[in-house]
Structure formats: structure tokens, C-alpha cells
């Protein structure tokens, strides 16, 4: 039932409510005729996430039915949970705040609002870090190993655009693209393909012996030229995607340079020689390292962090291949997979592990301190699991 006129002022003077000092329009609530409480969801967005749909961005849920689903903008992805409210939410399409109201009416006047649902509970958004960890599984299903290996098309071997990889990652568009970068794939008539290692190598090593017998300077790589000179061992698109994985492009009076990356090449060349052993002595790993990076490059065990760990207890000491990509995403399976691997940690050995889990605003002792017990034997500060581990 509506109210009338005389209810609403029936209902002031009860209230011993002053007209005078109240906007002049009053809105009566009355429930729809198709009224249902589970037509509608709210969801809290942050000042960021209201610019972006203001601005006609858009937001996408993603998550398999497995997943525990996540929000994506255009660059950051949000997980996704419900919470309860003790106040009963109601849904008022037609409902104006006081701003929307005018100021200089004077004759008081009712209007009509309709409830076109209610809730007790909304979606509450927290920034994450994306969930990347099957991208690069994904992409090594059908690894680029160069033209002469490509398989028949009739083969129907199944390749992923863009947005094949964004309906199958829970990550933003941003973030998806600057993980396809860290994975150095390609992007080949359409589709991702990541580069076979042994593939990536070859390139790598046609263009260090290059530069060797051409005798340029590292940080000065003519692309021109190197792209003339290897063209016919390797398509172009190859060698110059090559350069922008390992070095720096740069713009001298119209002639491109590049300037490779010292760490990067010594930490390819120390995964080449790790990915085949268990364990490697590591006096003679340094020696053999050395001698296979490129003359004039130095090999330092500081390039390796997040890429191998060295075992500094046995005897003689060794060291063996730990990609940070290879460990589990969840931050309590990660520090499980680390104590169950290494009972006792030092801070240099293990923050490399976990410095991928921090959060904006959290510091790798944050994350130690929530996952880790310390100790300190011999003057050395040590973590291990805070919890026990089967």
C-alpha cells in the first residue's frame, strides 16, 4: 500500500519530526510485485575499481569450477569473498540520496520507491597476486623448437591466443602479458608459444659468437647487422626476440643497438648445465660455468637466486637446479614444499624462494614471521616450519 499525503505528515507530527528542517520530498518503500531476494549480488568496489567502470572498463570473473574465483580489471586481479552483514541490504533502483534532491521546494511531496530485492550479505574484494602457475605448464604443451620442427598443421596441435589464455589464467590482461614476458614466449601468427630451452640456447649462442668474431662490445649490438649476418641460420623475428629476452634496445643517431644482460646469459648458461644433474660439486660447476659463458662475462652464484641452491653442509659442497616457478603458489604450500626440502634455512638461502609471495605492502620478514620459527645456532639467525610436516 502506498502512502498518502496526510499519512506521511501524521507520521512526522508523531515522530515530533520539524518539517521545516527536513529536505520536502519523502520517499514511501514498497516491495515489487516480482519481488526475490536472489536476483541481485553486491559487490564492494575500492575509489580505483569505481574510476574503471565509470571510465566503461570493464571487470571479468574468472575461476573453472574448481577454482576459487577471482575479479580481474585491465591490471590487477582481486580474490573474491562473501561477506555477512548484520543490516538487512535493500535494492532501490528508483531511490534518490539528498544531493539528488532539490533544495527550494517548499510544499511537502511523496513519491514511490521500489524494493526490487534485498540481501544480508556481499562480495568482499582483496588484491592477490595472479594465479600463473599453469600458464607456463600451458604453454610448454607444444614449445617453439624452430621452423625446420614445426609439426604439421593437420596434426591439430592445440595453440592459445590471448584471449584462450585469459579464459583459462585467473590474472588481468597486464599480468598476464608481463608473465608471458618473464616466460619469454612469442607471439607466432596469433598464438603463444614459449621457446624450447635447448631452442633459446641455440639462438643465444648464435648471437654471443657473433659478437665474439665480430668482436663488438656487449652493450653495443648492432641489430641491423646481426639480423643480416644470422638470417641464414635463424628467422629474424627469433633473433631479434632473442635480444629482447637478454638485452636492453636502445635508439643511437636512427641505428638500434642492444645491450645484453650480463646476469641473464650467465644465468642460462648455469640452468643449461644444471637441468641435466641432481647434484653438482660445486667447486667444479664455478670452473666449468666460467668457461662456458661468454669471454668477458663473469659468473657469480648471486645471478642464480631463485634459480639453485647451494648445499653449503655437505661434503664437498653442491649445489642442484630450484626454479622459484617449479614451487607450489599457495604461501603455506610454498614454506611446507621449502621445510620438507631443507629442515633449517638461512635468510639469503630462503628469501628468494618467497620474495614472489609478498603482498604490496608485505616484506619478506612479515612472511617469516607468520610461517617461520627462528633460531640462531653458531651466531647464524635460522627458520624452520612453525608447523610439523608429515
Known amino acids: 500500500m502506498s502512502r498518502s499525503l496526510e499519512e506521511v505528515e501524521a507520521t512526522l507530527q508523531i515522530a515530533k519530526l520539524n518539517v521545516e528542517e527536513l529536505r520536502s520530498t519523502v520517499q514511501c518503500l514498497t516491495f515489487s510485485d516480482t519481488f526475490t ?14 574510476k574503471e ?3 566503461g572498463d570493464s571487470l571479468v570473473i574468472r575461476g573453472d569450477k574448481s577454482d576459487h574465483v577471482v575479479l580481474c580489471s585491465q591490471s590487477k586481479t582481486y ?16 531511490c534518490k540520496i539528498p544531493d539528488q534532491l532539490p533544495l527550494d521546494q517548499q510544499c511537502l511531496s511523496v513519491s514511490q520507491c521500489t524494493i526490487a530485492g534485498f540481501s544480508n550479505h556481499f562480495w568482499e574484494l582483496r588484491r592477490c597476486r595472479p594465479k600463473l602457475k599453469n600458464l607456463k605448464k600451458l604453454l610448454l604443451e607444444n614449445p617453439y623448437e624452430g621452423p625446420e620442427n614445426e609439426r604439421d598443421a593437420s596434426q591439430n596441435i592445440q595453440l592459445c591466443t590471448t584471449e584462450d589464455l585469459l579464459s583459462q589464467i585467473q590474472a588481468s ?6 608473465q608471458l614476458k618473464v616466460l619469454h614466449a612469442y607471439n607466432i601468427k596469433g598464438f603463444w608459444r614459449i621457446l624450447d630451452f635447448d631452442y633459446e640456447m641455440k639462438l643465444l649462442n648464435h648471437i654471443t659468437q657473433l659478437i665474439d668474431s665480430e668482436s663488438w662490445s656487449f652493450s653495443r649490438v648492432p641489430l641491423k647487422v646481426c639480423l ?13 626476440h632473442c635480444l629482447d629476452c ?5 635508439t643511437e643517431e636512427d641505428e638500434v643497438l642492444y645491450a645484453l644482460d650480463e646476469d641473464k646469459i650467465c644465468c642460462a648458461t648455469a640452468q643449461m648445465l644444471l637441468q641435466n644433474a641432481v647434484k653438482f660439486n660445486l667447486s667444479e660447476f664455478q670452473e666449468v660455468w666460467q668457461q662456458s659463458v661468454p669471454e668477458g662475462m663473469t659468473a657469480r652464484l648471486d645471478q642464480l637466486r631463485g634459480l639453485a641452491l647451494v648445499d653449503r653442509t655437505s661434503r664437498p659442497e653442491t649445489i642442484f637446479l630450484l626454479k622459484t616457478e617449479d614451487l607450489p603458489e599457495d604461501t603455506q604450500e ?15 638461502d630462503i628469501s628468494p ?19 617461520a620459527r627462528s633460531s640462531v645456532q653458531n651466531g647464524v639467525k635460522l627458520y624452520n616450519s612453525r608447523r610439523p610436516l608429515s
Open 37 to 50: 531476494a536472489s536476483d541481485y549480488s553486491l559487490m564492494e568496489l575500492d575509489d580505483t575499481l569505481c
Open 53 to 55: 567502470i565509470e571510465a
Open 79 to 94: 580474490e573474491m569473498k562473501i561477506a555477512d552483514t548484520s543490516n538487512l541490504l535493500l535494492f532501490l533502483p528508483d
Open 173 to 178: 590482461y597486464e599480468e598476464l602479458m608481463e
Open 228 to 240: 643480416e649476418e644470422l638470417r641464414p641460420l635463424e628467422p629474424e623475428e627469433m633473433i631479434q
Open 246 to 250: 637478454y638485452g636492453k634496445k636502445c
Open 334 to 348: 610454498r614454506f611446507n614444499a621449502l621445510f620438507t626440502m631443507r629442515e633449517k634455512w638461512t635468510d639469503a
Open 353 to 371: 624462494y618467497i620474495q614472489d609471495l609478498c603482498g604490496e605492502k608485505q616484506t619478506i620478514g612479515a612472511l617469516l614471521t607468520k610461517y
